[in-house]
């Protein structure tokens, strides 16, 4: 056989052979596999480890629960204020604003007396309008005294300007030690202090302050007046004045109709509240208990 077609059969037969190689070698590999699959596994498995969950933050402590009966308290509260008279809480908002003697807003009133002044058009066009209420025009809302003074040089700057007194009222507002101030300017001598049915303060001014002569005080002390009325009227009739009494008409009418006798006064019995007591106003509760003189302008 020639040379060249031996070549050509050795070259197809290797290549046969190196294809069956290749299958065999795929064989056995599927069998070894599954041969691995059915085998049961005769390595200790491992207990699974679980990793521990990250601490995760507390949570802050929540707020305490408002109780029913206190927040129904509080509503029932509200209620009543809102639909009182409008005096009443007018009454409210000018005793806050007497005891704080702070500009405050409409919500701050409403969060210390329940007064709604934003929703309210007649609560606030009384305020705007009171004279012992001062509104800024935007928002805030301050006590206004009669006079605004706010310490004891100003108060003896303001008692000396009224040279005929001042009632007591008048300034006992201006703000809440007034009265402490009043008595240390009546022990220092810078005013005089006067009790009655209105206690008046009177200027204690410097410069009216006189010497007089020991002699002149001596000639004072030395007069004698009359004992009798009619001998006092006749002096001021002598010296141009004309005198109030007129004891010689009074006596004259005493000898004819007798001595009047002074009435005597008769104690009213106070009575209670019964079962006959009317009483009106019951809708307008602690309306006229005011402090001051706060009831003259609600």
Known sequence: MPDGPRLVIRIVARGSLNRFKLQQERCQASLSSIAAARAPSSAPTKPQQYAPRPATARPSAPAPAVRFSDDTARLQKMHAVRNSAVGLQIKAVIELLYRTRKALTAKQINDATYVDIAGNSAVFESLRNNPKVHFDGRCLFSYKPTHGVTGKDELLALIRRFCDGITVKEVEDAYPSVLDDLQALKSSGDIYLLSGE?????????????????????????????????????????????????????????????????????RKKQRGLTSRTRITNVHLPGLFDLPMDTKDFI
Request: net charge positive.
């Open 198 to 266: 209105q206690d008046i303060v009177f200027p204690n001014d410097p410069r009216s302050r006189l010497e007089l002569d020991i002699e002149l005080k001596k000639l004072f002390y030395e007069i004698k007046l009359p004992k009798d009325m009619l001998d006092i009227e006749k002096d001021l009739r002598r010296n141009g004045e004309k005198p109030v009494t007129d004891t010689a008409k009074r006596r004259a009418a005493a000898r004819i109709f007798g001595k009047p006798s002074k009435p005597k006064k008769s």
